[in-house]
């Protein structure tokens, strides 16, 4: 008891030590700056605000990124060059076959189901009295961690044999109809949409309140218009909604793919990547600490932060064309 | 510009407030499972004064619950007679931790590793100190058989002290109901698929097989394996294999694999067919053996599983045999496997703490709560507590042919990598020679 009031205590105090400080760095800041001749101010300002982050990411993000780059160049206990070698591995062992795979898979439909799903459920509570509470029961899974939640989701997936009682929610069903109980998690042609709709559970909630916020600020006129044209719902959302909406659905969906190439704790926790759920993130988590192959690891690491960039860049092009029209 | 500012600090403490929770759970996985310095308050209570400067030994191993208490138990004495004290850490993802702390240059004084693969590991990262000069090898081999001096060295340096053995060539039975159904206890592979043909024609299950073991699943079948490569091809195939002198594809270590085949992929042989084998986690998987009627009736796994059999279960409810002969020219060897002891920082703490762990006493005292063998030979038979205790320490003190746990042997890539992911592959029904192919493909990787 104790050791979690402690543990309470320490969370409050990580709270109120990091929000304060932040406060604190920019009332200082400001401060400092006060002090400076009026005409200098407005150009230190950017900078003061910007500085801190810059320290802080060029610590923590473009050198640890630059370190792995020159790790993954080197052989299992970064002592020896071996130029292209971990890069060729990654690219031709058929686990990392299999990794690749998965994670298009994972692409593919966590991307087209939570943001498709997230798209239907805002569209549809938007007309509804009980909105906000319909949102908060689908936005609750983003307040659980993916560990958590695929601790959850292990005990749905339970399997027993069909002569005893099951306790896994999903089998219950399944035997409840008289069907035989699946091993959602070891069959192959199912484990890897199982794994996929936990993470769809836990990023539909996510896409929802953020097409939501979108569809809210399509002005009334416009819909109104459409309908006094004698335009069908059906037609509004696709040829009204959705065209107005689709910077943000873009930017949802980034975010969904981009989670989705980094898909881990769900696999790791549920299967490891057994019987052909390996994803590239938890290939990397094994050769980094199962196997201490660092220089594999960081192989894999580059792959995937090359796999993103193309993602980040087209979402950031988008996003300054947008802002050249405004 | 009061608005934009507050604007700027409200988006600042949104922002501070998601970093903040998003690294929590991170920090929660690394450092909560701490179990802080019992010990020293023990010191406190008997009024020694702690010395700043010989204080505490920290210590980093896998051990939580009952397991943590037992050895804080047998740590106890030691903290009384020379007033230091321990602060044990428990971690899951102990070579995560263990390996990212030494490259930190942060290690803790002693870890307790469950695999020699990670000592081997360790060695070569040159972050272990060599214990020749730290404790009395005329006495330590004395106390232990060399097969066990052999596995805590490397390279012709000692490193290692091992403390907790199990025993792992044993399969559990219900005694009542084998009795009931008239069932006599087999000798040979033989005997055993014919008792268990036998089991299927009267309508039961033989086998109880779970293989589930979170991130490691697949380990279980790796135990049954090497038993049987033990004992169809001898002690000196099998270190060929586990050194990968023979490949994968041998015919020797195919034979292995078809005879565990022979039971785990029988869909009649095991409780919940196999799908039940590869959902079912380890730790439950003997339950079934006290269902009434029983779910099944035989169930091989190491010593330490009587720590997973369900409350209420006596020693009255079951027994053990030992994982029959197959060829008889190789006999019953025994399997095991055990935790080892070793050191990362030399500290005069560190060094008698080590030569504490070396000695009988704290091996006795964690004998005598349960649920521990030792592979000391210098632990008093009547530490034990029960008859079945005993008889499987002494067969690990005393076997004549003896084999550590094969995969913990392997580099880690094969052993807790490939090796699992091709058990779990072969028991959902991909073709063996498939399977054999995959791994022995990694080992020519990973062995250099």
Known sequence: MSEFLSQVFTTLLAILLGVGGVVGLFLGMEFLIGFLPQRLQPKVRPWAYIGPTLLIMGIYLVYPTLHTLYLSFLDERSQQFVGLKNYLWTLTSPEMHIAFRNNLLWIVLMTLFSVGLGLVIAVLVDRVSYESVAKSVIFLPMAISFVGASVIWRFVYAFKPANVPQIGLLNAIVTALDGQPLGWLVDTRVNNLALIAVGIWLQTGFCMVILSAGIKSIPREILEAARVDGASEWRIFWQVIVPMIGSTIAVVATTVIINALKAFDIVFVLTNGQRGTEVIANRMYKEMFSFLNFGRASAIAVILLLAIIPIMAANIRRFQAQEAIR | MARRMYWILLTATVVAGLLLSSCAPQTVTVTVPVEKQVTVERTVEVTVPVPTSRGVVTVL??????????????????????????????????????????????????????????????????????????????????????????????????????????????????????????????????????????????????????????????????????????????????????????????????????????????????????????????????????????????????????????????????????????????????????????????????????????????????????????????????????????????????AEVFRFDGSDLMPAAVGAGSFWTGVMDYVGGKDLDAVLQAIEKSAQDAYK
């Open chain 2, 61 to 398: 191993g896998v051990w939580g619950g009952s397991e943590f208490e037992a050895f804080a138990a047998s740590v106890e004495p030691f903290t009384k007679e020379t007033g230091i004290g321990m602060a044990f850490e428990t971690s899951r993802e102990q070579a995560t931790v263990l390996v990212t702390r030494v490259q930190a240059g942060n290690p803790p004084d002693i870890a307790i590793l469950p695999q020699p693969g990670l000592l081997v590991d360790l060695a070569k990262m040159g972050a272990l100190v060599p214990l020749e000069n730290i404790v009395d090898m005329d006495q330590l081999k004395k106390d232990y058989s060399q097969a066990w001096i052999d596995l805590g060295s490397y390279d012709g340096h000692l490193y290692g002290i091992w403390f907790k053995g199990a025993l792992k060539s044993l399969v559990w039975y219900n005694p009542k109901a084998f009795q009931e159904k008239g069932y006599q206890v087999p000798t040979t592979w033989d005997e055993m698929i014919a008792l268990s043909d036998r089991i299927v024609a009267d309508g039961g299950t033989p086998w109880c097989i779970g293989l589930e073991s979170g991130a490691a699943s697949g380990w279980p079948g790796t135990d049954w394996i090497e038993d049987i490569m033990l004992r169809t091809a001898g002690p000196e195939v099998y270190d060929q294999w586990v050194n990968h002198e023979i490949p994968w594809t041998d015919s020797a270590v195919k034979r292995a694999w078809e005879l565990f085949g022979q039971i785990a992929r029988n869909e009649q042989y095991v409780w919940g067919g196999t799908t039940g084998v590869l959902s079912t986690n380890f730790g439950d998987s003997p339950r079934p053996l006290f269902d009434t009627p029983p779910g099944c009736y035989m169930h091989r796994q190491a010593s330490f599983i009587t720590g997973f059999f369900p409350e209420g279960v006596t020693a009255e409810d079951y027994d053990v045999f030992a994982f029959p002969s197959i060829d008889p020219q190789w006999g019953v060897p025994a399997l095991g496997a055990g935790d080892v002891v070793v050191m990362l920082n030399d500290t005069p703490e560190a060094r008698a703490f080590i030569q504490y762990l070396a000695s009988p006493r704290p091996h006795e005292i964690w004998a005598a709560r349960g649920g521990f063998i030792s592979p000391h030979r210098g632990v008093d038979p009547n530490a034990y507590p029960d008859e079945l205790t005993r008889k499987q320490a002494q067969i690990l003190a005393s």
